[in-house]
């Protein structure tokens, strides 16, 4: 297996310089939500975003931040952390630096879920509820059909998720050819990701909360499992329980993701792979990392996507591949072999 | 639990170990003491790497199997793990890591659970890779290593486990002569301070040379084991590794070679 990885960051890591590049991260994060609270149409100049902040918008400006913006930035933000996360897991699960959140075929079940509902023109709820609904069934269809004979590898699971995410992939384009063109356009959204959809931030923020602190304590028993499963076995980590856990809290993560703002790409494959280039694979900082990295790599392009050619709206997942894509190649090249 | 210096690091008793349709040992009596020294030999695919792994408890078997005086079910996986080692046969890294990260898994089991490597840590690393003839590596990425520089980072972190029952599945794997003399020295300095060392390996002389005593599968079950002057014979080799063999005359010492 080839990997992308090619640089180390100096080891071993220590807690303070966890602490710094975490702070570093978080300060560039805040940069990226005061931006966005910041750009639109309607500019939002300090006084109003801090009106808003507070809970009291008293003139326009600080009535579109604290109603339409400060929603849809926590909104992104929280879905990025949690895909990113959510793909970081998922690599050091199926030790595979090409898996990401999806591979599992989570958001397909999502997908199918949510395009029956615009389908039938259900309403918004309803379609957040079948997009849930289809990633949890997906998530134990691939969890009970892998776990089938009582042992289950990393292959056979992996086998298993992309079998169910290409069966979904047929459902979706069957969905797609049934629907009518008015629907069409609702649909090409919901798979490309969109953020302004996202109501409960506050939710998803919580979800990307308890992610990170269900992590931590298991962060290098991940390190162990990234390079056996036996061999952690051997080192005394309960990879059965660790695997589990991790299995059943990265479908989460992604379920609660693209729920809420739809199959955003890229951010879930590649945002652990650009922070192990700059930071090395210690799960006990690439984790967190990547959590606050994917929410700022959304955050930045929800903000782009919703500004650049307003007022038109540009999907989200466009954007965060047209962000990426040149960052990430010019992290490998900086670094040769 | 803590191991007194006099017992058994490893006891097997009637015990079965197979995998599939291959039956590696049937009734496995064997006793390990601190000093002894195992070389398990056999022909490809006997099952030599399924019994190491049910030796060290990661593959199921019946009988009686018991590691520092108590069942092997009876310890805790991290108390195990700070007892036993055992060394994989074949390292695969996908995700780039340093050399000093890749032996400083090694001190998992000592480590609590928001613990962080400490200088005491390091400082056991470094020696480990010293150990290995590594040192100046630690810093370099494992997959840019040579087959035989992988296998001795993998010793390196089996070194810093530093455990008593030490399993090794093929440790010569990859390395020259002077890397495969280098490892058999340093298992026998440790075996010298008190561990156990259990090693699967391919070259006759060179277990001859390392062991003190052998371990011998034949396939379906079938096994001989003892110390090495009682169990090394032209017969026995010829029979457990599928071709004949004669005994040369090497100062006074057998060598032995395909007839």
């Known amino acids: 297996m080839s990997t992308l990885s090619i640089v180390i960051a100096r080891s071993p890591m220590r807690p303070r310089r966890v602490l710094l590049v975490l702070c570093a991260l978080a300060a560039v994060v805040l940069a990226a939500f005061f931006a966005a609270l910041a750009a639109g149409e309607v500019a939002a100049g300090p006084r109003a975003i801090f009106d808003a902040l507070r809970g009291q918008p008293d003139d326009m400006a600080a009535t579109v931040v604290a109603q339409l913006r400060l929603p849809r930035a926590l909104a992104a933000f929280g879905c990025g952390g949690l895909l990113a996360l959510s793909g970081a897991l998922m690599q050091v699960l199926l030790r595979n630096p090409l898996a990401d959140p999806y591979v599992l075929g989570i958001s397909g079940g999502a997908a199918v879920g949510a395009l029956s509902a615009l389908l039938l023109g259900l309403a918004s709820p309803w379609v957040d509820g079948a997009a849930l609904t289809g990633a949890l069934l997906s998530m134990f269809a691939v969890f009970g059909i892998a776990r089938g004979s009582g042992s289950w590898t990393q292959t056979r699971l992996l086998l298993t998720g992309v079998v169910v995410a290409s069966g979904c992939g047929a459902l979706v384009s069957l969905l797609l050819a049934l629907s009518p063109d008015r629907a069409l356009r609702g649909m090409l959204f919901w798979l490309m990701g969109d953020a302004g959809a996202a109501d409960r931030p506050w939710l998803v923020l919580g979800v990307l909360l308890l992610g990170v602190l269900v992590t931590l304590p298991m962060a290098r028993e991940l390190n162990l499992l990234a390079r056996g499963e036996r061999h952690a076995r051997a080192l005394g980590v309960d990879t059965r329980r660790v695997a589990t856990v991790v299995f059943l809290l990265a479908s989460l993560l992604t379920a609660a993701a693209v729920t809420a703002v739809g199959a955003v790409g890229f951010v879930g494959l590649v945002v652990p792979h650009l922070l192990r280039l700059v930071l090395g694979n210690d799960q006990r900082l690439l984790l967190p990392a990547s959590a606050l990295g994917g929410g700022g790599l959304l955050l930045i392009a929800d903000t782009a996507a919703r500004t650049v050619v307003a007022p038109l709206q540009l999907p989200v997942g466009v954007l965060t591949a047209l962000i990426g894509v040149p960052l990430f190649l010019w992290l490998l090249s900086r670094h040769p072999r | ?259």
């Not at chain 2, 805790?76 to 055992?86: F, P, T, V």
């Open chain 2, 1 to 259: 639990m803590s191991v007194a210096a006099s017992s058994c690091l490893l006891r097997a008793r009637r015990l079965d170990v197979g995998v599939a349709q291959v039956r590696a040992v049937s009734g496995l009596d064997l006793d390990l003491k601190a000093g002894d020294r195992l070389a398990i030999l056999g022909r490809n695919g006997v099952g030599k790497s399924t019994l190491l792994a049910a030796l060290a408890g990661l593959h199921p078997s019946q009988g009686q199997l018991e590691c520092g005086g108590a069942p092997l079910a009876r310890w805790s996986a991290r108390a195990l793990a700070r007892l036993r080692g055992w060394l994989p046969q074949h390292p695969d890294d996908p995700f780039a890591s340093s050399v000093e990260e890749a032996v400083l898994v090694g001190r998992h089991p000592w480590l609590e659970r928001f613990e962080w490597e400490g200088d005491d840590d390091l400082r056991i690393a470094a020696d480990a890779l010293a150990a290995m003839g590594l040192a100046g590596f630690a810093q370099r990425n494992v997959q840019t290593l040579s087959g035989g520089e992988r296998q001795r980072v993998s010793i390196a972190a089996l070194l810093a486990q530093t455990p008593q029952l030490y399993l090794l599945d093929e440790p010569l794997t990859h390395l020259d002569l002077a890397g495969q003399i280098s490892v058999l020295d340093h298992f026998r300095a440790v075996a010298d301070q008190g561990a156990a060392v259990l090693m699967v390996l391919h070259d006759i002389n060179l277990a001859l040379r390392w062991a003190s005593h052998l371990l011998i599968l034949f396939g379906d079950g079938a096994w001989l084991a003892g110390p090495v002057e009682d169990v090394a014979s032209a017969e026995v080799f010829g029979r457990a590794l599928g071709h004949p063999v004669r005994a040369l005359d090497d100062a006074g010492r057998p060598y032995f070679v395909p007839a």
